[in-house]
């Protein structure tokens, strides 16, 4: 079993920054994957950014250059740099963990909005 839980979510001006962080616990050592996905009112949820335990790491394409994600294996924890922040970035931010045995854990998401 894993546990996650993410926090750093809040309200912040166009072209700001927020850091996300996320922390997993318990079979920590079976994840396979680890990153951050985020759903808008009305929309799917979408992948941000993911990062596997070799350090590969993926982003959609909206976010390149400004979000940064970063891993810790022996931590079970990742965060999410996010720079020069735009309103189309307003989400729930979920933090994800997907074991070995391709089953996904979800935090239970963190506000982030992003407005004048």
């Known amino acids: 079993q894993v546990q996650v839980v993410e926090s750093g979510g809040g309200l912040v001006q166009p072209g700001g920054s927020l850091r996300l962080s996320c922390a997993a616990s318990?079979?920590?050592?079976?994840?396979?994957?680890m990153g951050w996905y985020r759903q808008a009112p009305g929309k799917q949820r979408e992948l941000v950014a993911v990062?596997?335990?070799?350090?590969?790491?993926n982003y959609a394409d909206s976010v390149k250059g400004r979000f940064t994600i970063s891993r810790d294996n022996t931590k079970g924890t990742v965060h999410l740099q996010m720079n020069s922040l735009k309103p189309e970035d307003t989400a729930v931010y979920y933090c994800?963990?997907?074991?070995?045995?391709?089953?996904?854990?979800w935090g239970q998401g963190t506000q982030v909005t992003v407005s004048s």
């Open positions: 994800m963990a997907e074991s070995s045995g391709n089953r996904a854990y």
């Open positions: 990062a596997s335990s070799g350090g590969i790491t």
């Open positions: 318990g079979s920590i050592f079976s994840i396979y994957r």
